[in-house]
């Protein structure tokens, strides 16, 4: 086994800090050895939390001698820029999701990834939640025959902060929210996705939508794979009650299901029913995304480190990325046209 | 195949009209000619639903000319009686369980019926739930091994009628109610129970042991089966939240769980958490036990009236009712004495 | 209470026989006099089973004295046409769904009902199964809030006979099959459908495509609401695991799911890990659509004689099944065209 | 918050080695300074993989400077005299359950620990299992009413070593497994258990039987608490389909159930019905237990630091140790005699 991986963690958001955590003290072969934000008390939070040294400009983190790989988890519409210039010094790359937020951010990444031949993996922790990746291997085992129909859901408690609601910075339902679920067909069905149809709303914050003309709050979006086979991604922030994300997949032979709602196994019941507590709520020191998928998100991280020190291909990778980008960039222009909506193939 | 089978019914309460209901115009082969109740506004609302004649004395009803079984469901107290009576006139007899609630009764009935020749069959109608059944065809298919331990659980939502709370009248829990459970116990474990030991409390209706000392409400018994099987029967009639019918078999390779909480398949999700409407709570026209349990009261004088018809040996039979009465009789003396009791074996 | 409804049932093959069998003898008010089928040996055998006289021809039938209404469960190409003139004989008419097939017998079969003013009920029972009928009166008390989402699944085990799989003449699933789904769908949302856009693929049964070149064995329709809100209906013909019928309504302030994979509440466990019986599969005696919905089968009925005979409005109405109709035509258009279809509106 | 607390680690058995790695590396305020194992090779494995200096006598350990508390995993007849001699030491204890096997070795804990008043926390990590700890809330809340019925079941797949098999050395499955049931039951229930019942059969491992007489590998024992509360212990050696941890507290208003046999939410429906993966089996990496209650072990290592640096009162404490102790040995007893036996109380 070969040295230690030194990480800087660059965005000391609620997300950021938690993916550092991980990486500080439960990612076998990683060490941290930096954080930054734009924001200088989040930037001082990280570091006082995490005993390292911290910056406001990430660029003179980049610079640090001895850093192998960054982690960014800043906001969703610098990404892309802030992972080419790491990929460009030759530092191995973390990126959450969306790694890019339109086409030339990502022409750019794609460029500097594959000249300077550095591992890129985005946050597509869902592959690494054991749900999901039992029931890839019972399909994969053939369990339910050829896979036909997808169905995912994503479901968010309440609305991102007001920035990730637009389409233009954070990507909005269509391609920040739904890039999972897009990433969960292509690895469900081994297929990619031809054309998209959307059906869009804001049904529930219309005062959102006065500030941002392309809000939508609920989605329902058709997929149409290369193979024949169909699939519907359906998305919502107003599950007030609770994070909800599952997934089916039917196939020739049989059915795989994927979630539930109910969020620890305690039922209570009483004259009014039988009640359990819906899944994840989020408090003050674990996010709902984090209780749910918390053991997803250190799993990819344990297995990006083991990519970087055992020099194996990047998976979910830069095109597993992308494509889930260009499915997403669809999905918005179908919502705005009401008609069905073609992905770009990169040329 | 042969004529229709004409039945008497003998007890017109609310399980005595429903029953007789199901031969009036579901049971293929029944032919519903009289009823009778010691009631008199209860045997004319019979005989008004039902549209045959009535009497007020049930030893009218068994001389009917053309008579060919009765459905004896009256207070548990009397079924042994007039089931004796029937089978001496030659009368085929379907009673609810228990079929009797004390030996010289159950010896008078066992000796009738060996003479006469005469079918009885016992109203142990969970062997007639399809989901009773299907578990007890897995456990016959071997798909669980030998089974080991057997687990059963009766929870009414309240007590029943003064009479039958009362030992010598209704029987009590131990006799009465929790005959169904040793009953499932012999049929899925495939061997006879040998001692019993009852841990038995009077710990929601003081009210009630006061005027019947030996009342109570919550009981705990712990079967011994002759093949060294261990079995846990546990009632209850304060489940307030819906009667509650469950029962679990562990065997050397596996386990079958019977029954659920949840009463229609549909989960309310709020911001209280996940609510399933509980298990059966009667109504007005339709009693908790009937709502759960309708089929298989349905399924089992279908059986019956097919025994008749085909001359089959009648099941649950008199020793099945016989053996559920010994063990309830033991139940009752471990929860008087505090020490394990064997059960009687007929001489 | 007034007299008997008289009624003659049309249509002897497996469900029409079905239907037959609950109005002798499960339907309280119900007195079924004849059947009739076009071919001999069903007509007979109902009539055997039944014990009434038989027609090979349905007009003979329909003009029989005393005849208060029809039971109309004919291949689905003649539902209309019969039961116009059963409307125009002043017949009282329960048509299974869908009511018909195109717009010019729809408006036959609309005038017929309005100018003789007989009571007309189109066989959506799921909204009268316990399950979906639950989910309605959490949905009126508002535990959910206002409905937003709706998702409904209808997937059958097999194709249907070949008739049945051709859009001209049984409807194929867009017409035929998500009659349900779409009735639901304005049920639940209390709104109408304004479009659709169908993603439809023949993914599992080629040689039925070669046949009937617009045969789809898989589909996805996006519905949209006038009041904003969305749906997706999903179904298949390659169920293999079992016929598979479920709902989710999402609303601003909850969720409610209905319907279960699970058969009977049965699960076994051993080292293959835990095992439940899923969806109905069918059988000789009763087909799985019968065994999962037997219950609101019969409720409908009783539902449409207490109409009857109380004269109260019928329902789910001639209109409700204009509206399933016009939804399933876009749906169908949609599928070809590749587009989204707007739903029209009678004149 | 005051120092870290200096840990070391006594028995490096695979679940000591466990409760090591937690206390390296996911403890806040805990520092491993190092282990201890009377097999040279397992002390020396767990020094390699913790990186602290390993010793194959506890005694060294125990008098290293600057050692704050131990953390006792031995095999289970050393549990008491180990603790003892850490007290007297005025090291703070974590123990794994029990914390002694007989009467006179749990006096001189006692005293031990009474003297010295160091703090000292048995292992029942199901109290801090997020289900469980779910359900005591409600209970504490008086969701349930008053609680009056605890069912708990404790199932292992296989039979643990031959030593732990032995009554006089590993407690067997009345002293030793079922700790964790009397100490939930005393916990839900606020009562103190005064008399058992207990059932116990060698049913499946005869050859066990063989060798240690009083073995027995599967359970029931019937609880009777001080306030008149019934409950039920159900425990097994051969739950082949998997760990098997559930319980259920029935009380005067409701009833909760706790646990699950599903282990990830993922259900795979086939021909062959809707199949989930049952409960925890174990790999090489992680025991069965530790997959089902990792979160737990981890959890209760957390409190206890706590508890040392903030001076808190230990719990599960000594006294609850001794009560789950007191249980096991009536239990035992009763197996032997067949009758019900007193649980002793301390002078």
Not at 65 to 75: E, F, G, N, P, W
Not at 229 to 241: D, F, H, P, Q, R
Not at 250 to 277: D, F, K
Request: charged share 25%; proline share 5%.
């Amino acid at each position: 086994m070969v040295k230690q991986v030194k990480f800087g963690a660059i965005g000391m958001g609620r997300m950021g800090l938690w993916h550092a955590k991980d990486l500080e003290s439960r990612v076998p072969g990683a060490e941290l050895v930096a954080v930054s934000d734009i924001d200088k008390s989040s930037a001082m939070r990280g570091s006082r939390e995490l005993g390292v040294p911290w910056y406001q400009d990430y660029k003179k983190l980049l610079r640090l001698r001895d850093l192998d790989a960054v982690c960014v988890v800043t906001s969703t519409d610098t990404h892309a820029a802030i992972s080419t210039e790491a990929a460009r010094l030759g530092l191995d790359v973390f990126v959450e999701k969306p790694m890019a937020t339109g086409r030339t951010d990502a022409d750019q990444l794609e460029r500097a990834v594959r000249r300077s031949g550095v591992k890129l993996q985005v946050g597509f922790m869902r592959r690494f939640d054991p749900a999901y990746a039992h029931a890839k291997r019972r399909i994969e085992k053939g369990d339910i025959g050829k896979p036909l129909i997808f169905k995912s859901t994503s479901r968010d408690p309440f609305p991102p902060p007001p920035w990730a609601c637009d389409p233009k910075r954070g990507g909005g339902l269509q391609i920040e929210m739904h890039a999972h679920d897009y990433d969960l067909g292509r690895w469900f069905m081994g297929s990619e996705v031809n054309r998209v149809y959307t059906q869009g709303e804001c049904l529930v914050f219309p005062e959102i939508k006065r500030k941002i003309p392309e809000f939508v709050d609920n989605t329902m979006i058709t997929l149409s794979f290369r193979n024949k086979s169909i699939g519907v991604v359906e998305g919502s922030l107003n599950a007030k009650y609770g994070y909800d994300v599952r997934a089916e997949i039917y196939g020739s032979e049989g059915m795989v299901s994927v979630g539930a709602i109910q969020r620890v196994p305690v039922v209570v019941c009483t004259t009014r029913g039988a009640n359990a507590e819906t899944s994840y709520l989020g408090d003050d020191e674990t996010p709902h995304f984090a209780q749910r998928f918390g053991a997803a998100y250190l799993a990819e991280k344990i297995h990006f480190v083991r990519t970087v020190r055992e020099d194996l291909k990047a998976t979910p990778s830069l095109e597993d990325g992308r494509a889930a980008l260009e499915i997403g960039l669809a999905a918005f222009r179908s919502t705005n046209t009401g008609k069905p909506a073609e992905v770009s193939r990169k040329a």
